[in-house]
């Protein structure tokens, strides 16, 4: 059974980083595409980050690209999303979900795995 645990979530304020973990469990990941999420709250979830466990290729939704990072290690099953730049329009509850398939998409529907989600708040 995939588990997805996130966590690194707190208060920041406006122009600040953090950096997000989700360390993931019951499966050999090497064919899984990993993304992140974001719910913020009265709005859809929406695609932040992707990256494929085997090539290393990432994707990133336009109002992150620049600020965030979104990387894995290998030996530790372990996908990050550094933020960097934080606005206060980045406060949401963020996600780890994982799909079985080595393509990241940006449908969230096409993931069957998710965390529990992490809390970041910006503040201005």
């Known amino acids: 059974q995939v588990q997805l ?3 690194g979530g707190g208060l920041v304020q406006a122009g ?3 950096r997000l973990s989700c360390a993931a469990s019951g499966r050999t990941f090497s ?4 993304g992140w999420f974001r719910q ?3 709005k859809e979830r929406e695609f932040v980050a992707g990256i494929s466990w085997s090539s290393g290729s990432t994707d990133y939704a ?3 690209k620049g ?3 979104i990387s894995k290690d290998n030996a530790k099953n372990t ?3 550094r933020m960097n730049s934080l ?3 980045d406060t949401a509850i963020y996600y780890c979900a994982a799909r079985s398939s080595p393509y990241y998409v940006t449908s969230q529907l096409q993931y069957a795995y998710w965390g529990q989600g992490t809390q970041v708040t910006v503040s201005s």
């Open 16 to 18: 600040g980083s953090l």
């Open 40 to 42: 913020a709250p009265g």
């Open 67 to 69: 600020r965030f990072t």
């Open 31 to 34: 064919n899984y595409a990993m």
């Open 79 to 81: 996908v990050y999303l």
């Open 87 to 89: 606005k206060p329009e």
């Open 5 to 7: 645990v996130e966590s």
């Open 62 to 64: 336009d109002s992150v």
